[in-house]
């Protein structure tokens, strides 16, 4: 084991005390190994006459694992231990140092040896302290050794080791005022220097705490003083059980002295701890409070059971106002009702302005055990009052009502709630249901409509999705089913963000950082969910509910709420399994939505990870719808990797369409020879007749008659007429030769359609050669391109 403070479990006794006596460990962890605990035990018994609250089981474990510790000497060792102390005496220090180091070897957890070696060592001031460290250690009864040592520790400017010092004086003298106060002097000079207290494990309201629990009854103002301080100090913290026992042992000690404050205060620790009997006893004890009650003995599953029946109360007339609220309290969660109709009429008589807190106490209690008719005699006096015209108020005064099933009063009152909290989930949900019970569907609907200015409930945008689909209300559901989404879901505000959302790393940053550069709020502040509710999607809901909206966004036409939602579902966490689909459905979007730019982003990203003809298709579908054509630079470092001939058809169209056809020449030629199809040959006539129109290539005449050639090795290949007779028909009608356009556009009118398609049915391309044909003829034949137009192109 390493010298590193940080055990895992008790060492070897001898090996412990050596680590201590070399300085690998200060005392505070030494102690700490040895008991295996470093925090002082608030439940140490203070004095004889107080009852230990330790359990007899682990008390006895306690003590024999302290007795375990605290061994005494056998007959032979405490010889061996007085004639050390003789040497000592005589001057053989060498001797007797030694005569101790065999008696601390055979029993490390003797304190007499330690004693004796602190005196030897009192010449050394470390030595001296550690020794007399382990003695008082090992024999912590003698609270002045401790503080002589807490004096030393001082000197050395060792706060945790002084501190821990007067917590040992403590422990050996509780009773001991004295060191209660050295100890909180510490502690406040160590507060003002700001000292690190978490490192001490002691703190103010223990040391309050352990001073009631410590001291004896006779210093009852004391332990008033510390008690009430103790209890400010926990229920600030919360921590309400802990409130409740030093109270508790404060009234146990002195409970003569507790002021109707201090009563009042006890009182409310124990109803918050449910502890009414009690309460009830306390009244009876120290606030005059005279009770007649009988206890009846009745028999339940063979078991004999105890019941107290509360006959009859009397008040003093002099019983603050808040002390009869508690007492009217404890008889609500009692349910002795008799009681509580006669307190409760007399409570009434108060004014609401001064006592309307009490007046929800009450309800509060009448509520939780059910009797809604008295809550609502309660109620009624606060919601007439101006100061109480509130929606906590009017929520309480709405749940009675609809428990009472007076639901017609019930829906003002709920009204009421919204006016001052509208963002009120679960009013609106009440409401609805009231409203949608009694048929007035399209204003249940209307409720359940939230304010986005204000702070969203998912849980009742969730059910708003539920409910607009039960009614078929398809697009409210589509806008309230986006919003829930917003809780997972980027909220983007231009189509420029998307890109970053395809980021693995960081997205969220670089929209932020984005935003940022524009001069704008980099988080979107138009929405803000309940972060206290716990509803949330399960990721399988999540990923339906997308797919539904995103169904009706495309059968709505409302594409931007689709590229939208397909986008935020790419930085959806939940969604992370459904990536690769979800990329496709963000490019479907970005189609239907004309967004081309977004749309080449992810048709670059889908030809680097899936090298198929599809994705090249979209690649060049793409190409052909944005403004932003493909780069011949990109294609090349594309198929680098995996090459393909396809290469030089996409490369060959990207100089096509920029004009540079001598480069579109040169990859459609390479094609066409691997190929030798009727793509291939069309590709290169095309590209021929386009060069026809370039006024700075030479020889036109030889660049026809080669268009020509592989045009009609084209139509050789193609084996399809009506086809290959229209586009030869277009090629003359580009090169202004009309007499043989019309004669090939005539052909086209006198076959047959193009074979059936699965896709796309029967493909007929008579309309286009006829509209063709009435351009050729309008201006020296009009008459025939009229007729053409009425046979070919009227619907």
Same mark, same amino acid.
């Given at each position: 084991m390493d010298s590193n403070p940080g055990y895992s479990g008790q060492m070897d006794e001898e090996e412990l005390t050596q680590k201590f006596l070399r300085g690998e460990i200060t005392f505070a962890e030494y102690s700490n190994?040895?008991?295996g605990k470093d925090d002082e035990d608030l439940d140490d018994k203070a004095d004889d006459d107080e009852p230990c609250p330790i359990p007899a089981q682990l008390k006895e474990k306690f003590n024999s694992k302290r007795r375990s510790k605290y061994t005494r000497l056998s007959t032979a060792l405490l010889g061996l231990m007085g004639e050390a102390n003789i040497r000592f005496v005589r001057g053989e220090k060498e001797i007797a140092e030694k005569m101790c180091y065999e008696i601390i070897r055979q029993v490390p957890n003797a304190p007499e040896p330690y004693q004796t070696l602190a005196q030897i060592y009192e010449g050394d001031a470390e030595k001296h302290l550690q020794f007399s460290l382990l003695a008082a250690h090992l024999s912590p009864s003698d609270a002045h050794e401790w503080q002589r040592l807490a004096a030393i520790s001082k000197e050395k400017n060792d706060a945790k080791q002084e501190m821990l010092c007067y917590s040992q004086a403590v422990k050996a003298e509780p009773q001991n005022i004295d060191?209660?106060?050295?100890?909180?002097?510490?502690?406040?000079?160590?507060?003002?220097?700001?000292?690190?207290?978490?490192?001490?494990?002691?703190?103010?309201?223990?040391?309050?705490?352990k001073i009631v629990t410590?001291?004896?009854?006779?210093?009852?103002?004391?332990?008033?003083?510390?008690?009430?301080?103790?209890?400010?100090?926990?229920?600030?913290?919360?921590?309400?059980?802990?409130?409740?026992?030093?109270?508790?042992?404060?009234?146990?000690?002195?409970?003569?002295?507790?002021t109707l404050e201090d009563t009042n205060l006890f009182l409310e620790l124990l109803i918050a701890r449910r502890q009414y009997q009690t309460c009830i006893e306390v009244f009876v004890a120290n606030a005059e409070v005279e009770i007649e009650a009988e206890i009846q003995?009745?028999?339940?599953? #063979?078991? =004999?059971?105890?019941?107290?029946?509360? &006959? $009859?109360?009397?008040?003093p007339t002099n019983l603050p106002i808040d002390l009869k609220s508690k007492l009217l309290v404890c008889f609500i969660y009692l349910k002795a009702f008799n009681l509580v109709r006669t307190l409760l009429d007399d409570f009434l008589t108060n004014d609401v302005e001064k006592a309307g807190d009490l007046y929800m106490d009450i309800e509060e209690a009448l509520s939780a055990v059910g009797n809604h008719e008295l809550a609502f005699r309660v109620l009624e006096p606060l919601v007439k009052n101006q100061s109480f015209d509130l929606g906590a108020v009017w929520l309480k005064h709405a749940e009675c009502l609809y428990q009472l099933g007076r639901e017609d009063e019930a829906v003002n009152s709920y009204f009421n709630v919204l006016k001052h909290a509208p963002h009120h989930a679960d009013a609106r949900q009440k409401l609805f249901n009231i409203l949608?019970?009694? #048929?007035? =569907?399209?204003?249940?609907?209307?409720? &359940? $409509?939230?304010?986005?200015?204000?702070?969203?409930?998912?849980?009742?945008?969730?059910?708003?999705?539920?409910?607009?689909?039960?009614?078929?209300?398809?697009?409210?559901?589509?806008?309230?089913?986006?919003?829930?989404?917003?809780?997972?879901?980027?909220?983007?505000?231009?189509?420029?963000?998307?890109?970053?959302?395809?980021?693995?790393?960081?997205?969220?940053?670089?929209?932020?950082n984005y935003r940022i550069s524009r001069g704008e709020k980099p988080f979107n502040d138009d929405i803000h969910f309940d972060e206290q509710e716990t509803f949330k999607l399960s990721p399988q809901e999540e990923w339906e509910l997308f797919k539904e909206l995103l169904s009706i966004a495309r059968k709505y036409g409302k594409y931007h709420v689709m590229e939208k939602l397909s986008f935020g579902a790419l930085m959806s966490k939940s969604l992370a399994?459904?990536?690769?689909?979800?990329?496709f459905l963000c490019f479907q979007a970005c189609l239907l939505n004309q967004d081309y730019s977004n749309a080449l982003i992810l048709v670059k990203d889908f030809a680097q990870k899936y090298a198929n003809i599809v994705c090249w298709n979209m690649l060049n579908l793409i190409s052909n719808l944005s403004d932003d054509h493909i780069q011949s630079k990109y294609l090349t470092r594309l198929f680098n990797k995996k090459p393909h001939i396809i290469k030089n058809l996409l490369i060959g169209y990207t100089y096509l369409t920029s004009g540079r056809y001598l480069m579109a020449m040169k990859y459609f030629l390479e094609y066409n020879e691997h190929r030798k199809d009727a793509l291939s040959?069309?590709?290169?006539?095309?590209?021929?007749?386009?060069?026809?129109s370039v006024r700075t290539i030479d020889k036109h005449h030889n660049l026809v008659l080669q268009a020509m050639a592989y045009l009609l090795k084209y139509q050789q290949l193609r084996k399809c007429d009506q086809e290959t007779f229209y586009n030869l028909g277009r090629a003359f009608h580009m090169l202004s030769l009309n007499n043989?356009?019309?004669?090939?556009?005539?052909?086209?009118?006198?076959?047959?359609?193009?074979?059936?398609?699965?896709?796309?049915?029967?493909?007929?391309?008579?309309?286009?050669?006829?509209?063709?044909?009435?351009v050729l003829y309008k201006d020296h034949s009009p008459k025939v391109a009229q007729s053409i137009m009425l046979k070919y192109l009227v619907i």
């Open positions: 190994e040895w008991y060191l209660h106060m050295k100890r909180l002097e510490l502690l406040t000079a160590l507060e003002n220097i700001n000292y690190p207290l978490n490192t001490l494990k002691v703190t103010r309201v223990k040391c309050y705490h410590s001291l004896p009854p006779s210093e009852g103002e004391t332990i008033m003083k510390y008690a009430k301080l103790a209890a400010s100090l926990y229920h600030s913290g919360n921590e309400i059980e802990r409130a409740l026992e030093v109270m508790a042992a404060a009234y146990k000690k002195c409970s003569s002295l507790f003995t009745l028999r339940d599953d #063979n078991n =004999i059971v105890e019941q107290t029946s509360y &006959l $009859n109360c009397r008040i949608e019970r009694k #048929n007035c =569907i399209d204003d249940a609907l209307r409720i &359940l $409509n939230q304010d986005y200015k204000l702070t969203v409930s998912a849980g009742l945008l969730h059910q708003q999705c539920l409910i607009l689909k039960k009614y078929n209300r398809t697009l409210e559901y589509l806008d309230v089913g986006v919003m829930l989404l917003y809780k997972t879901f980027v909220k983007f505000r231009r189509p420029e963000e998307f890109k970053f959302a395809r980021y693995s790393r960081s997205p969220l940053e670089l929209i932020h399994p459904h990536q690769q689909e979800i990329e040959a069309l590709t290169v006539a095309v590209t021929f007749l386009n060069m026809v043989l356009a019309i004669e090939y556009y005539e052909k086209v009118l006198a076959c047959e359609p193009l074979p059936a398609c699965e896709q796309h049915g029967v493909m007929n391309l008579t309309r286009e050669a006829a509209y063709n044909l009435c």
